[in-house]
């Protein structure tokens, strides 16, 4: 089965500093999507950024880039310019891409705090 | 357009008593999932539905949770003879059956047994 590793339960960087999250992660799949994961207090998950495996280029949605290491099975979050609206919860998520939908696999979550 | 939402927000029960948590998808997704996220924990996957298969309930914790989903779309998670490690709160997803199949969530429901 599929596992989804965090290994940084809290982190908190500087207002307009940069923060990277870790993520790494098992399976013995060829083609999967990858996702990142912004839990507000108001409990709402909100998608952040998605990686194809099968794409080599890192994905990066305005301040947020991701590290895909694909051989490495690690996906790091880079949250650059960071502002007081980042603090959140933050999840790393794995899917398998079968035609169809299958159910996310989540980490258990990393808490950023952001200190003006 | 209105995204997924769920009712209640926060439902407080006895140990004992049942409980229903509601689940209404984005109007036209075919699929639709629920999680669990207990306190500290990450989200842990219960059961989905795609369209009129039957669903997949290999993720459901004991023979006390159940769920059904009414003509596509609306859905019910049932938790009969609630216990204190139930809970949670109680996230529910859908999805289209095309592109990245991206999941959109509901704000949650938040279940305390007392």
């Known amino acids: 089965a599929q596992t989804v590793t965090q290994s940084q339960p809290e982190m908190s960087v500087q207002e307009a500093e940069t923060v990277t999250l870790s993520c790494t992660y098992d399976?013995?799949?060829?083609?999967?999507?990858l996702f990142w994961y912004k839990q507000p207090p108001s409990r709402q998950m909100i998608l952040v950024i998605r990686?194809?495996?099968?794409?080599?280029q890192n994905a990066t949605e305005n301040r947020f880039s991701v590290n895909f290491q694909k051989a490495a099975k690690s996906f790091s979050l880079k949250i650059s310019d960071s502002q007081l609206g980042d603090a959140a919860m933050y999840f790393c998520?794995?899917?398998?891409?079968?035609?169809?939908?299958?159910?996310?696999?989540f980490g258990k979550g990393t808490r950023l705090s952001v200190i003006a | 357009g209105a995204g997924v939402s769920q009712s209640p927000s926060n439902k407080v029960t006895e140990k004992g008593k049942d409980v229903e948590l509601r689940c209404d998808p984005i109007?036209?997704?075919?699929?639709l999932y629920w999680y669990r996220q207990s306190l500290g924990q990450g989200l842990e996957f219960l059961i989905y539905?795609?369209?009129?298969?039957?669903?997949?309930k290999s993720g459901l914790p004991s023979d006390r949770f159940s769920a059904e989903r009414t003509g596509g779309s609306v859905s019910t998670l049932t938790i009969q003879r609630t216990q204190q490690e139930d809970s949670a709160v109680y996230l529910c997803?859908?999805?289209?059956?095309?592109?990245?199949?991206?999941?959109?969530f509901g704000p949650g429901t938040r279940l305390t047994v007392t």
């Open positions: 990686q194809e495996a099968y794409k080599q």
């Open positions: 539905f795609q369209g009129n298969s039957a669903p997949d």
């Open positions: 998520a794995y899917r398998t891409p079968y035609s169809g939908n299958t159910p996310l696999v």
């Open positions: 997803a859908s999805s289209t059956r095309t592109g990245t199949n991206e999941q959109y």
């Open positions: 399976t013995s799949e060829s083609d999967y999507y």
């Open positions: 109007s036209g997704h075919t699929a």
